[in-house]
């Protein structure tokens, strides 16, 4: 009885293989289109400055930096430095100690280009990327001249802008 | 028997418990790192950076913003008109002039806590062209900025808004040709002003006679409409002074300009 049980067992196990062992076909060569659409992307990273520029208790330039980290899909894209707290006017550019103006302009600069004052109307362009880039990083020095002691507190917004060239 | 294959289930379970604490432990320190990184010094995202659909009343797309500092951020949203250099034909936003009145994005002016926000963007007037080009501005400010003196720098990421027109009018006027740069460095320019309302690029070519012949190719740029682009016909170097004729061959998608213009070198 057992081994009736299991002769018709095989055979069936046997008949249901067959067709699976036919429907499998023998690897043909071929191409599989892999691909999909990527989002354009810009991203601006800021490392804050854990501290501003010393007190201005000399007469010298005073100067400090933060990072700036840059990620962009776009094929030209610029980094340009504004003075965030005017648009115009003499105060344009400048650190404000009180009431107190001082008469150079905060300056900015990236790598080994000249320093370029915050006070003009054109902002002042750091770096220009013609190609993606991923977190590419960037340091952003500020210097100040002071031609005379100021003491007190002072306050600036600095606007770190990264736009696209292409319309 | 059956006690040794449970202690051998048992040992199996047990290693497999611990390999998958050892895997959780692994993986929570690959992902912890960079998490740990971009809240230290993070920033502002936005994706997709280009927004381009046909300009028509009412919803034309949107785009994430993205915070991933560790504080709150005041975001505010504007939509700024391009201005154009005419020699690079590079663009950037007029930061002083704004499109609201045409498009506006919804949320304009929110907090966003770190993780992201989907803003749309609401076309609420036609302009008279059909289309519209401009800058998508994505300021970002601290919420609630520490109360320390110093140097205090915001973001401001500015994407694109490209909304064509359902029908295309290309359209173009040109200008007068000029001579820019100095001895070696010299070039030939024209004057093209975009009063079309498509950004199709504007290319072609140019045929310069006279004491010396040149042909050059002009590289495309795309010209914003309304707005003023120098071609550039080819450097100068080499030719011999006198008159000149340069003949520009403009082409803006399939039509094509033939101006005539007279220089001297």
């Known amino acids: ?167 | 028997m059956t006690r040794v294959r449970s202690r051998l289930v048992a040992g199996a379970l047990g290693l497999a418990v611990v390999g998958t604490a050892t895997g959780g432990v692994i993986a929570q320190a690959d992902d912890s790192a960079p998490r740990a990184k971009a809240a230290q010094q993070g920033g502002v995202e936005i994706t997709p950076a280009m927004v381009e659909r046909t300009a028509k009343r009412g919803n034309v797309g949107s785009f994430t913003v993205k915070n991933t500092t560790k504080n709150t951020l005041r975001v505010t949203v504007t939509i700024r008109p391009w201005t154009q250099n005419r020699s690079t034909g590079a663009v950037q936003a007029n930061l002083k002039a704004s499109l609201s009145p045409y498009v506006r994005a919804s949320p304009q002016v929110f907090d966003l806590r770190p993780g992201s926000r989907s803003i749309s963007l609401n076309m609420r007037r036609t302009t008279a062209a059909g289309s519209l080009y401009g800058g998508i501005q994505v300021f970002a400010k601290l919420k609630r900025p520490k109360k320390t003196n110093g140097i205090n720098p915001q973001y401001n990421v500015i994407g694109r808004l490209r909304l064509n027109p359902a029908r295309k009018r290309p359209n173009l006027r040109v200008g007068n040709t000029d001579v820019v740069g100095r001895g070696n460095a010299r070039s030939l320019i024209l004057a093209v002003r975009n009063t079309g309302n498509t950004l199709d690029p504007v290319g072609g070519t140019v045929k310069i006679t006279g004491p010396t012949a040149r042909n050059a190719n002009i590289p495309q740029v795309s010209v914003v409409p309304g707005q003023v682009v120098y071609l550039k016909g080819g450097a100068l170097r080499g030719m011999k002074s006198g008159s000149y004729t340069a003949t520009w061959s403009v082409t803006q998608g399939a039509k094509r300009y033939t101006a005539r213009r007279t220089f001297r070198l």
């Open chain 1, 1 to 167: 009885m057992k081994l009736r049980t299991i002769v018709a067992g095989t055979a069936l196990a046997a008949l249901v293989a067959a067709p699976v062992a036919s429907a499998q076909t023998p690897p043909v060569d071929g191409t599989t289109g892999v691909g999909g659409s990527v989002p354009s992307f810009l991203e601006l990273i800021l490392n804050q400055p854990s501290k501003g520029f010393a007190s201005f208790a000399k007469t010298k330039s005073y100067s400090m930096s933060f990072n700036a980290q840059v990620t962009t899909t776009d094929s030209a894209t610029v980094l340009t430095l504004a003075d965030g707290d005017a648009t115009s006017g003499s105060k344009l550019g400048h650190i404000s100690i009180g009431s107190k103006r001082l008469p150079s302009p905060l300056e900015a600069t990236v790598g080994k280009a000249a320093f370029q004052g915050l006070d003009s109307s054109v902002d002042p362009l750091l770096t220009r990327w013609n190609e993606q880039v991923t977190r590419e990083q960037t340091t952003v020095k500020l210097r100040q001249k002071v031609k005379g002691k100021a003491t007190g507190n002072y306050r600036k917004l600095v606007l770190v802008t990264l736009s696209t060239e292409t319309p």
